[in-house]
């Protein structure tokens, strides 16, 4: 049976992977098997696999309104966030030590701050409110001649809302106006490719991007540094990526990046049709699954995340049930050796435990098709119901309504 | 999370779903770190048991431990049942997950929960 | 004229990067296009690839005698160097803060130990003698009861030397009765799946190998880390590769790695036929061509590396030369900015400036022939030949021979 | 480094190699920072170049402009010659890279400091 399903598997977690668009592995490939030179070599298997570096250079500069020498390839989002925040706190260290971030932010800011605390870093973790949004209030009242950094993601990764990137950059310029050592640096993983993104408009001095969220190669990103910000490598050896990143360059990867870019940026325009079909998606649940809660701002928000609050049910049930039928999607709650660590993100936003646990990620790419969510639609309720059914919080619940 | 088989079978298709009212040893248990929930019904006739029933919440070896469970508590005599333990029910349900121990336990402990409030005086045969 | 030779190039630059190995290529398409999951995800597609990674986890563990839970994967050599070096260094930085390397490193480390020189740690660089050895008894006298870390290559990416690593594990081993922080990490980047490796008996607690240099892809490699040490892990975030190296598994390179370490246990005794096209090369050389200088101890040495050192002419202009012929080299000499750097490993063999600068190492594969051999042959003395007539140190030097 | 087409072919077919027995202006330069050498034999007539020949040791650009110069030069007069400038050599050699212009500058230097050997006066005419 399960076999069955698996042919005709529709896969709705493309916030956590996505599929490698063909066009990628395309230009991929001669670099795997002709042109697998070392970079930094000489002669002209080394020579070609630089050429080919700086045009994939070229393409996620173009993508970002970035300038081609403001790229430094790296092996992925978080180490682009590590090379982010450890870059800046080691080499600004003597200016100031507070960071400013929120508390919902992927693990790979969260930690590394946590890290930071540790080596006598003050870090202030903003609130996030009901929408899921930090507020430029909260900023203001919390910057003080100490802070060198904010970090804040772009769209974050389990609901979808999109932050205030613009106005923060705003008012870290006019900060900046008065005292130098200041810097903004946003998670922009989800949110590359995805929406129009200028990293001179949206005011930021640092931006992480991965590969595989946007139908490229895993474990391969870029991070955005602006002209003229020193950061401390964090990965010392050979003088590759104008030494700020020591290793070998992953060739291949970095062209599969650079090709996942451009065909971001052609088809831009053409991911916001996914709007309508993710809100042709929430139509149908809502109208077919009483008693659930769309999570996340409804306006500022990526086209391609739905994030459910499933009551009575546990997350990690509904999704292995939906795996069954052949559905990829995610939960919010992780239950592991006994107890659950549930979304930090759902739970900044102020969800009950039970909502948390109960919530699903269904991620969306331009690659999703009516018939994919139709097939969802078909599934889903009776899913839903059969967990309920079997749920003992569900009987207490309608107990309590009669 | 690689589920076995049977695990899988039991999220798809959940056995004797629900709660007993003539049920003569019930259980209700939380496992209060993650928020797994348990209830189960458990009707002995002739001191084997004859019929079981549960209602669960939580992540999907909770919910076929316990679908499981009532299945095999069919026929089975209170000395047979009190004496299942945990690695056991693990081996029947074709091995748990690194980390997913505490599913079994929680099943095993609405077991023994159960058959504690069992009181042979009180037993009804109709 | 250059794509004529472009047909038929032979590429001698192995120990700077390899073709990849058209089996491992193959086993690692579908992790692109099919089996794309993210391996943390607990759907199928997730789960899939989960369990390709744990296979290649295994093969690598099996090619250095290793336990599956001792592999962390990361994004390469450098990156394994890095995490090596800086998690020691951090996690028993209050039991002491000295570290024993060698002149002779490659970057990886050479850098990362200086980078500790600035945080307050003493390194001590140990000499290399004209063979291009440590020596045991220089450990002896330079190790402290502060000495918490021994890194020292396995085989050199320049000269080959082969290092007497078990010598010092077993000298590590016996300090250790007395002391018990004390590591001993090896760079085994080039040796691995060149000579046979068993982590045991060469009694090291830590070991880098890298994928691109065993025909597998760039961008991935691995950090054999002796069960029992903890490490202070160098890419906070998500908790992947329990909890040591953060960073979505980069399942394709992953699998590459695995079969391509695979592939080199099976080929481990073939390697060696290597030497005998090596020596058959280097007696070629020496008879066909006067006044040059094989570096390096010639029974330490891998099977696949040829260093040579022509006298009056300057390795860059030897490697073009050769490029424009079709034959891939590199040379222990980079002049930039007006400055020549010369190889600090060359240097620390004693050999003069001008010998370093005139350095070529040619560098086999399994995949080198006889045919390719010759053809080298019958160019480089006609090469040689030209420069050397151009050079006016030549000049000089035929004169005083007179 | 990319080499333009020019560079490499005065790599596989370096011009005019020698010493310049009766050169009437000649220059050995080194750069003592990286160890590249060139010597520079010219030869005038009637105030023209009549010929030049070059020894270079050092990387291809150095090797390569030097050889490119002996060329060059021919016919070319006093004044022609020591107008030449180190961004016009390094437009006539097609670019250099990053990084390798001090290639350029050595192969000027050499020419400067031949043409200020040259003595007008003592010109061998022969
Ligand atoms: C918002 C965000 N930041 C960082 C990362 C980490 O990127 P990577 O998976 O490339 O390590 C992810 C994805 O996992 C993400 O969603
Ligand atoms: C001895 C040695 N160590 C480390 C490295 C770095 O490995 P990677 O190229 O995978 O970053 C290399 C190769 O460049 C090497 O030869």
Known sequence: MIETHLQSRVYLDNSASTKIAPEVLEVMLPYFTEQFGNASSIHSFGQQAKGAVDEARRQVASLIGADFNEIIFLSGGTEADNLAIRGIAESYRSKGNH????????????????AFEKQGFRVTYLPIYENGLVRIEDIKSVITNDTILISIMHANNEVGTIQPIEEIG??????????KNLFFHTDAVQSV?????????????LLSLSSHKIHGPKGIGALYLRKGIRITSQLTGGRHERERRAGTENVPAIVGLGQSAELAKENLEKFQEIKSLRDYF??????????IKFNGDKEHRLANISNISFSYIEGEALLIALDLKGIAVSTGSACSSGSTQPSPVLVAMGLSKEMVRGSIRFSFSRYTTKQEIDYVLSV???????????????????AKEK | MQYSKAILDHLENPRNVGEMIDANAIAEVVNSACGDKIKLFI???????????MKAYGCVPTLSSVSFLTEWLMGKSFEEASNLEVDELINLLGGLPRGKKHAADLAIEALQIALLSYKPDTQNNS
Chains 1, 3 share one sequence.
């Open chain 1, 193 to 205: 490719g995805k929406i129009p993104i200028d990293v001179k408009s949206l005011g930021v001095d």
């Open chain 1, 99 to 114: 960071i400013i971030t929120s508390e919902f932010e992927h693990p790979a800011v969260r930690n590394t701050c946590l």
């Open chain 1, 380 to 398: 889903l309720p009776e899913v839903v119901a059969r967990l309920r059914n079997v749920s003992p919080l569900y009987k207490q619940a309608m």
């Open chain 2, 43 to 53: 009707k002995f006739r002739d001191k084997k048991i004859i019929s079981a029933t």
């Open chain 1, 170 to 179: 705003a008012l870290v310029k006019e900060i900046r106006l008065e005292r």
């Open chain 1, 282 to 291: 929430e139509a149908g649940v809502a109208k077919l699954i009483p008693e």
